[in-house]
């Protein structure tokens, strides 16, 4: 998302950034400005609304200027961090905007929410125009592709959930988060032509584990956790053809477990009525073997002390701490 | 004065059972251990360790608590001294010294007088503890609505004060911190504000979640993309003890070190970090051999470590006697003594003395575990610290993640960690400082509950706040040091004793 830039970064860069960072903001506003008047709320003129409408033309001005280039931002640290204040207290004032305010000397709930918000914005105000006029750090920048490709991922999430709910509504985001999992770690080049690999893989491996741990149990969410978490460090490398093996395992073992594996609600050894389970335990299965039977020395090493810190865990939480954890898959 | 030594006594027959030295001793040590790992805080420490605490009695929870709290304070320096990266905030300036001295092949005497060092300084400040409490408890009770909350504008505006970086800024960040708090049910009326309909979120955000989140993966997104060597100190340590003019050199420095990190620590907002700065550049200035410090002068890691560890130590005070936390460290012990059961403020020293007094004198015990344990097992340390980092941040990414899970069982709050990591990171991208918009996040709806209180008491009349006299004091007090953070010469000061 960040990347050093280097001295002397030439003006035709600095000017795509500004478009870009000033369309962004534009955008940002815009879609708050019609939030607002799509639903406004009970308050009168001077309510809550007006303020977030007036905040948001602010920004949107602000969006405008940066990206014509007529407002020239000296320190963008300040400049884009006040305005993404503003912006958040934008959005608290319009999903606050429902919530009754003062009656009488009584404050209502929606009083102090929009209070803090109001002085947010202001201070932010101040922040952003600190930024206009004093010089800062030229040191760290957002790159349009290490957002568009965090974006892209947000988005490819949401639309899987959405279709694996077609067809197995319990366990759609649990099966989405493992195939951007896979996907992610075929596709490790891309991360690291972007500069976003180490808040990607390790965010992921947290979002991970937060959707495997009620169906797959502490073992199997730590392990591919674990796993997810260490391919940020980037000297992890990932050979093109073990790229492919690994998207190619799941797909060739999916039919394998739907088809060839001929129980589930008959037989209860493996007992599971979804399809979508085993496609997790299959993608899970080659996720790992795909790893251990790789002769890249790291990849080994990676595993071993995934396994290690998995079994370590294991019998922490649940025993030595007598926390109650499902340690197994367990399914309904 | 009798009183206090009536209850100190109490104290220590409640800490020195066995099996609450034995709490206390596993505190320390497991606290050392993660607090020695690069990049973890006590913050951090404490949330992560949260967990293994739940199974225990009230008592032996907080004991266990406050060992993990010191334990990580001292293993934070331990990694200065060795490795010249700091453990965390508070020890950053004992790199300065420490690593100096470690080079010169002194990381002995530097590790012995650390742990010299705050074991006095934390003798002193549990002394002051116990001596300050009930006075401050007294003064509580005579508190309304509106001098809680004068009293917590005074800490946020301590906050502001005494964080590095802009003033604005810092502002700014508190305000997020109290907008992000306002998530969740209304105390009064229980309506929903700004949970998008998320059943989860009616119960508001979890204090363990954002600080876990923002400085703990946080510092880790942030430490990944550092590239720097650490240099660790090879080679065997010989010689731990301090030769006698060692000692000599810092006995001044640890005593005054003590006192400039008990006065900061008691109050709001401030805490260990600006402590050790404090000391250090106190002791800087008043020394007959200035050109020694940062070349391995034994009193630049005296001073600061004996002011983190009795600043550490003092901020119980105010969370003891007026149920306010001080620091996010204490704000996070509010969140473990409210799973227990146990309300923070005025009335815990009343209604539970065994606890309260049980805890401070572990302070006690703990301080002398941590001379005795530690110096033997800085080898341990140090073969801890040669564990490359690729192999470390898995360990602490995935012990964070199900001690999160397990506080109560919720993926939700899982996910929700990883957004606010993402949060951390990008608020350090922009050089916001993430210390006052937790302390404005754990402090929110205590303002708005006795802000909406005090209103109502008054009947809507403003001038409440500044025709009470507490009050009215309280608040000038914090108009005076905004005012004065603002003004550009002091601002240069204030900067200078941040880069030092």
Known sequence: MWNVTRSGAGAAEDHKLNVWGGSVLAVFALIALVISFIRPGPAGFFGPIMWARLFSILILMAGIGVAMGQLHVRNKQDFFGGVALIGFAVIAFLISIDLPGMRGFAFGPGTAPRLFAGVLATLGLIVAITGLFTDGPEGQRFTLRGTLVVGGALAAWFAMVWLFGQFTAHYAQPLATLVLAVVAFAGMHVLDNVGVRGPFMITLSIFAFAMFIRPLGLVIASFLTILLCAAAADDLQMHKGRATALILLPIITFPVFVYIWPFGETVSVWPFGNIALREIIAAALSFAICFGASPDARWRETIIIAGALTLFCSILFPWGLNLPFQLWPRFS | ?500
């Open chain 2, 1 to 500: 004065m009798f009183d206090l030594l009536g209850n100190l006594a109490l104290g220590m027959s409640v800490a020195a059972t066995p099996t609450n030295i034995m709490l206390c001793l596993i505190g320390v040590l497991v606290g050392t251990l993660i607090g020695v790992l690069p990049g973890i805080g006590s913050l951090a420490t404490i949330a992560m360790l949260l967990p293994i605490t739940f199974g225990l009695p009230p008592v032996g929870a907080l004991i266990m608590l406050a060992g993990i709290y010191y334990g990580a304070q001292y293993g934070g320096s331990t990694t200065s001294i060795l490795v010249n990266i700091p453990g965390e905030s508070s020890s950053v300036i004992t790199t300065l010294d420490g690593h100096q001295m470690a080079k010169q092949g002194r990381a002995g005497p530097a590790l012995a007088i650390a742990a010299i060092g705050s074991f006095f300084a934390g003798c002193v400040a549990t002394v002051l503890v116990a001596a300050l409490g009930a006075p401050l408890t007294s003064v509580a009770l005579m508190f309304g609505p509106a001098e809680y909350f004068s009293l917590m504008v005074l800490g946020l505006i301590f906050a502001v004060v005494l964080a590095k970086g802009s003033v604005l800024k810092a502002l700014a960040m508190i305000l997020m911190g109290l907008t992000m708090s306002m998530i969740g049910s209304d105390l009064e009326t229980g309506a929903e504000r700004m949970t998008w309909g998320i059943p989860e979120l009616s119960d508001g955000i979890g204090f363990v979640v954002v600080g876990m989140g923002v400085f703990g993966f946080g510092e880790i997104l942030r430490n990944l993309e550092m590239k720097g060597t650490r240099e660790i100190v090879q080679g065997k340590i010989t010689g731990l003890m301090p030769t006698l003019p060692d000692l000599k050199r810092s006995a001044g420095a640890i005593g005054r070190g003590t006192v400039i990190g008990s006065c900061l620590g008691i109050l709001p907002g401030g805490g260990a970090i600006i402590a050790s700065f404090a000391a250090y550049t106190f002791e800087k200035r008043i020394s007959k051999t200035p050109e020694r410090f940062g070349r391995g002068a034994i009193e630049g890691v005296a001073a600061p470590e004996s002011a983190n560890n009795a600043a550490a130590q003092t901020s119980f005070i105010p969370l003891l006697t007026l149920g306010i936390p001080p620091n996010p460290v204490m704000a996070l012990m509010v969140g473990a003594m409210t799973i227990h059961g146990i309300v923070p403020g005025p009335q815990v020293m009343s209604k539970q003395p065994e606890l309260f007094w049980g805890m401070i004198a572990s302070m006690w015990i703990g301080n002398l575990m941590l001379v005795i344990i530690n110096l033997p097992m800085v080898g341990i340390w140090v073969r801890l610290l040669r564990v490359p980092y690729r192999h470390l941040f898995p360990m602490i990414v995935i012990f964070c993640t199900i001690g999160i899970y397990s506080v109560n069982n919720a993926p939700f709050d899982v996910g929700m960690t990883a957004i606010f990591g993402l949060l951390g990171y990008w608020l350090a991208k922009q050089d916001f400082e993430p210390a006052p918009m937790i302390l404005g996040f754990v402090l929110g709806p205590l303002m708005e509950e006795n802000l909406r209180r005090a209103m109502l008491i008054a009947r809507g009349d403003v001038t409440v706040f500044v025709t009470r006299p507490i009050s009215a004091v309280l608040l000038f007090i914090s108009a005076v040091m905004l005012v004065l953070a603002m003004l550009p010469m002091i601002r240069a000061r204030r900067e200078e004793v941040f880069t030092e």
